[in-house]
């Protein structure tokens, strides 16, 4: 197996720990075509925003499973998120979706937000 090769299986597996620890709510939540943005509170609430409506809260994430999310993205980046450098800002490896999640200290306990990419296009007549 070539060095190119290698990197290609990291990233195929990083994605499928991305799809476990992220669970079947936010995947569903990133299926949907309404779908703003997805946030996880410090409380460990869930949120969705969807396209003209308020925002609802869709589940729970523990702390564990938020962290492990966050450094899943850092490492599929190529970056370290530790407490000296607790924030990460790029993309959601899964569909390309903006990501922005923090840790403590700067933060109680890990908090995250999955701005997605618009998917309704608007056209001036």
């Known amino acids: 197996m070539n060095n190119d090769e290698e990197q290609s299986t990291v990233k ?3 994605k499928e720990k991305l799809r476990r620890d992220l669970g079947s709510v936010i995947e569903n939540a990133l299926a949907d075509p309404k779908t703003v943005e997805i946030m996880l509170n410090a409380d460990g609430r869930l949120w969705q925003e969807r396209l003209g409506e308020k925002m609802q809260c869709i589940g729970t994430m523990s702390a564990s499973r938020a962290e492990s999310v966050i450094k899943t993205i850092a ?17 959601l490896p899964l569909d390309g979706s903006r990501f ?5 200290p700067v933060v109680h306990a890990p908090t995250f937000a999955i701005r997605k990419k618009s998917s309704i296009h ?3 007549g």
């Open 100 to 104: 922005a999640g923090q840790l403590p």
């Open 12 to 14: 195929t597996r990083a």
């Open 75 to 91: 490492g599929f980046h190529g970056k370290e998120i530790t407490r000296f450098k607790p924030t990460l800002e790029g993309e």
């Open 122 to 124: 608007l056209f001036a």
